[in-house]
């Protein structure tokens, strides 16, 4: 360690300092569904910039699709991605963004399917039941036929009950009742409906 003097860098005072190796640990579930919350223990330097993350194996140290801080403690929880796979939980050192420990997981495919009316009133209230994993983001939405995943007319979510009661557009003609995974947007189920 040096102190260093701006006005013309003059060494004024040094020490020596002896930087010992850092390592992590990490406990996480093998396998898991897509879209779901895990529980990672971890043990490691716990700097204030650590992160646990979550990323594909391809990826590099610093990039990710979802983290937590490690100041969150241990057990911590983290995101899973909604794509199905095989991922990396990993201990990041913050500060470097350098790798210190990682560990395998494989992401299972969830399903879901929504059970419309056949036909609705036009502007009025229906009901549909559903099956799927009701994550709090999730939602039902009705939409047109080639409308994007992420584009609705009305949409009610999972989390306010099963059935769930949904608005019909103004306008009639066909439409899509869908189950979103409301974390990224990903379609599991739709089902056909006309409006009159």
């Not at 549909?128 to 709090?136: A, C, D, F």
């Not at 990224?184 to 409906?193: G, Q, V």
């Amino acid at each position: 360690m040096r102190y260093i003097l701006g006005q013309g860098v003059q060494l004024l005072a040094k020490t020596a300092i002896t930087l010992k190796a850092v390592s992590a640990t990490l406990q996480a579930p093998a396998v898991a569904a897509a879209g779901s919350k895990i529980d990672v223990a971890w043990q490691g330097p716990a700097n204030q910039p650590d992160y646990i993350s979550i990323a594909r194996p391809d990826q590099e140290a610093g990039r990710y699709l979802y983290y937590t801080y490690a100041k969150q403690g241990s057990p911590l929880k983290l995101q899973l991605p909604s794509e199905p796979g095989t991922y990396e939980v990993r201990y990041i050192l913050g500060s470097e963004t350098r790798l210190l420990a990682r560990t395998a997981i494989t992401i299972q495919p969830v399903t879901a399917s929504v059970s419309p009316p056949a036909t609705a009133a036009a502007n009025a209230l229906f009901e549909v039941q559903w099956q799927g994993p009701g994550y709090p983001p999730d939602y039902i939405a009705i939409a047109k036929p080639g409308m994007p995943d992420n584009r609705y007319i009305h949409y009610v979510y999972t989390r306010t009950g099963n059935p769930v009661k949904l608005k019909a557009p103004e306008e009639a003609g066909t439409y899509e009742v869908r189950y979103i995974m409301g974390q990224e947007a990903r379609l599991l189920d739709r089902k056909t409906i006309t409006v009159k």
